[in-house]
């Protein structure tokens, strides 16, 4: 079971963007793939989009798209995820996560 | 697009009684492949989910054997067999049957209070 580590904490403005990166070890996603998911705060989960890069396969929720890009370093086994245009509603906790494993998440804090 | 309904939305349990939490599907979840593709998570407070079950009724690695996943199609339950304190948390089912790498999609989620 691959583990997952993500990047820390961020605060933005509105705005600008935000890349939030998300180490595997123990294994890699090259084949099974890594998603990010949103969870605002008191809210459920909202997936924001997936990638298999064996595949070299991408897709987005059609919420996020043109907004958010999801790419990964084969070299380092990280994945990240880019959200651009932030907005004060943008302010959530963002998990990367496999089928059987998330990560421990990043608070991002979107503020005018 | 795919719709999980989960109910109840909450539920209080009394220790050592069971508890189960429905979740249905807008369209069957069973692949082409002979798989079905609906996931079960908890997520306790300040945590990050982890998986308990996956197509499902397979219980993952190290889950208690009192938590049992069920259903086929569209319907789908999870049954706590006899609740202790620590199944605290939100439950979420969650469903990702177009591959690759496909949509997730969750339902609701279901907050189990002692």
């Known amino acids: 079971q691959v583990q997952l580590v993500q990047s820390g904490a961020e605060v933005k403005m509105t705005g600008s963007s935000v890349k939030v990166s998300c180490k595997a070890s123990?294994?890699?996603?090259?084949?099974?793939?890594v998603n990010w998911v949103r969870q605002a705060p008191g809210q459920g989960l909202e997936w924001m989009g997936g990638?298999?890069?064996?595949?070299?396969?991408?897709n987005y929720a059609q919420k996020f798209k043109g907004r958010v890009s999801i790419t990964t370093d084969a070299a380092t086994s990280t994945a990240y995820m880019e959200l651009r245009s932030l907005r004060s509603e943008d302010t959530a906790i963002f998990y990367c996560a496999t089928v059987d494993s998330w990560g421990q998440g990043t608070l991002v804090t979107v503020s005018s | 697009d795919i719709v999980l309904t989960q109910t109840p939305l909450s539920l209080s349990v009394t220790p050592g009684q069971p508890a189960s939490i429905s979740c249905k599907s807008s369209?069957?979840?069973?692949?082409?492949?002979?798989?079905?593709?609906l996931y079960w998570y908890l997520q306790k407070p300040g945590q990050s989910p982890q998986v308990l079950i996956y197509e499902a009724s397979t219980r993952f690695s190290g889950v208690p054997d009192r938590f049992r996943g069920s259903g086929s199609g569209t319907d789908f339950t999870l049954t706590i067999s006899r609740v202790e304190a620590e199944d605290v948390g939100i439950y979420y089912c969650m469903q990702n049957l177009h591959l690759p790498p496909g949509t997730w999609t969750f339902g609701q989620g279901t907050k189990v209070e002692i």
């Open positions: 990638i298999i890069p064996f595949f070299r396969s991408t």
């Open positions: 369209q069957s979840l069973l692949h082409t492949d002979g798989k079905t593709y």
């Open positions: 123990g294994g890699t996603f090259t084949m099974y793939g």
